[in-house]
């Protein structure tokens, strides 16, 4: 499925070897292909790549902000500002995508927004499951801390009690967006084209996704407590094996910016700020069947990658 990402050399690999003195074609020292190159040569490789990704999304999402701020100085709209950085971010990460890999935008845009039948009955499934979790924890322990109504309201209104339009969005659609591109479309494609290697792909993305969940670490005490922290880490480091595996088998990065959004939609009633007392039954048994569904639906895409990968080797 992608093999589209490295027909010619790409990335550092392709400046390496722009970096050849002009010599005649019969003189010119081959390129060799990302697949003859050793392994421990295509780490470092994929270091240097991740490094100079992420450098240029950090230099993104400068020039969005630069952006975001000239709006806001015109129009004042906290809604248009997050929609002009949430575009401008995109539209600069995927041109930088485009370059990297040498596909022309277009081609790398219809390849990865592909969003069908398939892909509208595992968001359906998704919603399904979410919901039947809000129940049981809502209705089987009134006391628990886990997940209530009232986190959910206070997450959507400012502290006036007016309703947080702008934060919304970004929470609930913009975030998401961006986090995809970077994580999935960036992060999972890069080390994918780089190492040949999904099952790695998805492991490095999921990794450094969990990772950069830490950064919440400077809100403790006054917006997340320390079990909530330990949670959204661990928990974000499912959810982004999860989608990153969800990619590489499905293709459709569309697909998993829908499932982030409702993953999204339903941690606003999660606990931030109460400590989470894991020696009450129905917090702990909430938590453990949690991580236990994403964990089997990470085993069924995983199930499913083996079988995508046996039946293209018949083929």
């Known amino acids: ?18 970096l050849q003195p002009d010599a005649t074609e019969a003189e010119k020292t081959p ?23 992420s450098g240029g999304a950090f230099l993104l999402l400068l020039s969005s902000s630069v952006i975001g701020a000239l709006v806001r100085g015109l129009l004042g709209a906290g809604v248009v500002v997050q929609l002009c950085e949430a575009a401008a971010f995109g539209w600069g990460l995927v041109t930088f995508l485009s370059w990297f890999f040498h596909v022309p935008k277009r081609d790398f845009v219809r390849r ?30 009134e006391d628990q801390r886990v997940w209530s109504w009232e986190n959910a309201r206070a997450a959507v209104h400012r502290s006036d009690g007016s309703l947080a339009t702008a934060e919304m969005m970004k929470n609930l659609l913009l975030a998401p967006m961006t986090e995809e591109l970077f994580f999935r479309g960036m992060l999972v494609l890069v080390t994918v084209n780089r190492l040949g290697s999904v099952e790695w792909g998805a492991s490095v993305s999921s990794v450094l996704f969990a990772a950069i969940h830490l950064a919440n670490a400077r809100h403790l005490g006054t917006q997340y407590s320390a079990s909530y922290l330990v949670f959204q880490v661990l928990w974000a480091l499912l959810v982004g094996l999860f989608l990153a595996l969800k990619l590489v088998v499905s293709g459709s990065l569309v697909e998993c910016f829908a499932l982030h959004t409702i993953n999204n939609v339903f941690a606003l009633g999660v606990a931030r700020n109460a400590a989470m007392n894991l020696t009450q039954p129905g917090v702990c048994v909430s938590i453990l069947a949690s991580f236990s569904a994403y ?17 293209d080797k018949t083929l």
């Open 1 to 18: 499925m992608w093999s589209w990402l490295s027909p010619e050399p790409n990335g550092a690999l392709a400046a390496l070897a722009a």
């Open 31 to 53: 390129t060799p292909t990302p697949a003859e190159l050793p392994l421990a040569v295509r780490w470092v490789l994929l270091v240097m790549e991740l490094a100079l990704v």
């Open 112 to 141: 990865l927004a592909a969003f069908g039948r398939r892909e509208g009955r595992t968001c359906m499934v998704s919603v399904l499951l979410h919901s039947v979790a809000t129940v049981a924890l809502t209705t089987w322990s």
């Open 295 to 311: 964990a089997l639906v990470i085993a069924k895409q995983l199930q499913a990658l083996r079988h995508k990968a046996s039946r």
